[in-house]
């Protein structure tokens, strides 16, 4: 019998506005999204800024976490804020880069912070494609990046992201340069011709573990740069797959989480931990994934380490998002729904707004 991850008809069934396309897509948008970055023009005074901070909620937020983990992985001098909600932290002046990234230009937290931000005097950029964003960048005079996407925020990661590190990396508060971004993405595109949806489950390592994760509970697991990557995985597996999925990340995991892994009983047989391993980890952290596993299997947890491969800490980040894509995609067709439905979200935003 055929997979339906091998079948074309039930993915065309199951997936009606195609959003593998735009999952497979994301090398040609990560170099759309740098190029339209390193054209905008910026106002002189954005190179004084020494620190920064970016808004953003759901697909659109997660460019700032993978944008602070890459600051560390890369010895930026800068720090990097990540704001997810209504409110700015008070230390963000006129020496802040504040990042306000909307696809939609509507998300009620993110339109919140950037008006304290605006009033704070901060250097601002709003990235977005249109909406209420849009309109205040063009009244109050602050920087915009606007873009075309149609379609889903969380696919949108080029723009969310790599945006992000062009800007940084052109004020000298990142050390990406060109290459390091034209070497992720080769390494992108072999990826796709890997995991892509037309090689079969027999040869698809991504395939292979959406059919582990199908019908169980996800717990993903990572470190340094991949530790919001795992936040990612939980967060598509949520939206593409449409179930539970928890996040975790190593060292921190190990100094609570062990004491629980026995219990409670029942969820024992429904567990899959997934453990994120790269190349660069500290030393004592690779050690600390092998213990990891070994006591997840002696409490009876089905647990596997993938290895999420990259030459540089830019690419493996994006090499792991990427997989992640693509196995959420997969547990998706395999639970028979429809990965890019947005309906429960929507519901809850006219619920919100009805509150009003």
């Known amino acids: 019998m055929t997979s339906p991850l091998d ?24 170099e759309q999204a740098w190029s339209a970055a390193s054209a905008l023009d910026l106002p002189p005074s954005f190179a004084g800024a020494d620190r920064v901070c970016v808004l953003g ?18 010895g930026a001098r800068a720090p990097v804020e990540v704001v997810r909600g209504y409110r700015l932290p008070a230390y963000v002046d006129e020496r802040s880069l504040v990042f306000a990234s909307s696809a939609s230009g509507n998300t009620e937290e993110t339109l919140a912070a950037f008006e304290q931000a605006m009033a704070a ?39 969310s992201f790599i945006t992000l590190v062009a800007i940084c990396s052109r004020l000298r508060l990142l050390t990406t340069r060109d290459g390091d971004v034209r070497a992720a993405v080769s390494e992108l595109r072999q990826l796709r011709d890997d995991i ?33 990557v795992a936040y990612r995985w939980r967060t598509q597996l949520n939206e593409n797959a449409k179930t539970w999925a928890i996040a975790d990340e190593l ?52 647990c596997e380490v993938v290895d999420c491969g990259g030459d540089s800490p ?16 997969y547990a998706g067709i395999l639970h028979g729904v429809d990965p890019s439905s947005m309906q429960a979200l929507e519901d809850l935003k006219r619920a919100m707004a009805a509150a009003e």
Not at 315 to 327: I, K, P, Q
Request: some cysteine; proline content about 8%.
């Open 251 to 302: 060292p921190e995991m190990n100094h609570n989480a062990p004491l629980g892994y026995g219990a409670p009983p029942a969820l024992l047989p429904l567990l899959h931990v997934v453990l994120l391993r790269q190349p660069s980890l500290h030393p004592r952290i690779a050690r600390r994934i092998e213990l990891t596993q070994a006591q997840l299997a002696a409490a009876g947890v089905a």
């Open 7 to 30: 079948d074309p008809a039930a993915i065309a069934r199951l997936d009606p506005t195609s959003l593998v396309v735009r999952i497979a897509g994301l090398p040609e948008q990560i």
């Open 314 to 329: 830019l690419a493996e980040m994006l090499r792991a998002v990427s997989l992640g894509d693509f196995v959420s995609y």
């Open 196 to 228: 892509g949806a037309d090689v079969p489950e027999a040869k698809n390592a991504a395939k292979r573990l959406a059919r582990r994760l199908a019908g169980r509970l996800p717990v993903v697991v990572g470190a340094e740069g991949l530790g919001p």
């Open 121 to 159: 005097g901060a250097r601002c950029i709003a990235v977005t494609t249109g909406g209420r964003l849009a309109a205040i960048a063009r009244e109050r005079g602050a920087c915009l990046l606007s873009y075309d996407w149609a379609g889903e925020p969380r696919a949108a990661l080029g723009w």
């Open 57 to 74: 909620m759901g697909g659109s937020g997660i460019g700032g976490a993978l944008l602070r983990a890459l600051a560390v992985e890369t």
